[in-house]
């Protein structure tokens, strides 16, 4: 007998209901989250709505629900891609099924015809073909360069999932991006192991909000890694984050990892977080 879904905090209607009446109450002085399962987060901020790295179908249930390596769903889904609108901005940090998703990608782009769309440059051409988007609609970036995008800044973190890999012209093919806007700085890791400079890179942005990965490295899995729950509370310390909170886990029964574990190496290295539950809000309000 399959296991019970966790299920989410807020979801569907509900959860649309709440985006919107934030979205009436916003300022340029506090911003919104919203954990949306494995490494989705959508933010909102003085009336604009960023999408970073959504994963809302099952796709990958369904693809390798008769392989060896099944990916059995554990959480609910929180919202139907199909009903989300008034999104401005979408991002995609590299090009595994969990990040750039045709199943959830084609139906946000449907509903939001104005949306833009940040990816690595390196992934231009597979981004396309996979979401059937024509080749100028994606916004590029690689590490080191700064893209502007409605009051959004994002900058390029080179990633290594497992490795910083780069395409011919040199441009990195796995990403994280650091969003600043207003007085707000947010991180986003992307997919990434902790790697030697990674944090020097990210120190400079005085970072609010760092989104890190914590399910870990482990070759039997036969996927590649992230950095682990002890190294991610590490990384928040060494960054000088004002608040960690941790993603890619609960999503599938193969991989993913006890937040608890995060939660005890970030208490010990007094490390601010939190562990939203899938479809909570957690509010954030300017430095004082």
Known sequence: MDAPLIPAMLSGDALLKEIDECRQQASEDAFDIWWLGQSGFLIQWNGYCLLLDPYLSDSLTVKYASTDKPHVRMSERVID???????????????????????????????????????P???????????????????????????????????????????????????CKFMGYVVTFGPFSIYHSGDTLLFP?????????????????????????????????????????????RLVIPHHYNMFEFNTADPQLFAAAARRLEQPFTIPAHGERVHIEARR
Do not use: W, Y
Request: negative net charge; charged residues 25%; contains cysteine.
């Open 197 to 241: 400079g990674l944090d020097n890179l990210l120190k400079t942005f005085k970072v609010d909000l760092a989104l890190l990965p914590i399910n870990g490295n482990l070759p039997a899995r036969r996927v590649a890694g992230n950095m682990n729950a002890e190294e991610a509370a590490r990384l928040g310390q060494a960054i000088g984050a």
């Open 81 to 119: 891609p199909g009903t989300l609108r008034g999104i401005d901005i979408v991002t995609s940090s590299h090009n595994h099924t969990d990040h750039l998703d045709a199943d959830t990608l084609i139906p946000l782009m449907s509903n939001n015809p104005d949306m833009r769309f940040l990816i």
């Open 121 to 171: 440059e390196a992934n231009r051409d597979f981004v396309c073909a996979r979401v059937k988007c024509p080749d100028s609609h994606p916004v590029g970036i690689s590490d080191g360069e700064r893209v502007v995008i409605h009051p959004f800044m994002f900058h390029g973190i080179p990633a290594a999932h497992n490795e910083i890999e780069r395409d011919d012209a040199g441009r």
